[in-house]
Every structure is written in C-alpha cells, then in structure tokens.
C-alpha cells in the first residue's frame, strides 16, 4: 500500500493512475481525494515491490483536462 501527497495542488487523482520508476510501470493509485486538513492531492494505491526499492521515488502519470 503506498500513500501519496501531491506537490501540485491542482490536479486530483481518482482512480487508476499509472505509478512510474524510472519510467517503468510498477503500480496504480486505487483512491484519491483532495484533502482540505492537508492542502493538496492525497492517493492510495498499490506497487509491485520487486520492481521499485522502497523507498523509492515515484512518478504519478495524471491526466488534466484542457
């Protein structure tokens, strides 16, 4: 189970983002939500850990709209 909070407070994540190392997919947020205590983007989701060392540094691929 991974926990994230984003550095950008814009975009928000719903479900089924890719999580990326070194490009390569190791994962998907499962649940997110913006949250007010916090002041930005939180999500959960799941790694293979054979391929990501934790702790790892991790890419969140989201998509905005235009």
Known sequence: MLQCRLLDRKPL???NEPLLYEDALVG???SGAYGH???GTIG???IDT????APAELRIEVATGA
Do not use: D, E
Not at 50 to 53: E, F, G, I, L
């Open 50 to 53: 054979a391929k990501a060392p």
């Open 13 to 15: 994540l719903y479900h």
């Open 37 to 39: 205590t916090l002041g």
């Open 44 to 46: 959960l989701g799941y």
């Open 28 to 30: 998907y947020v499962t």
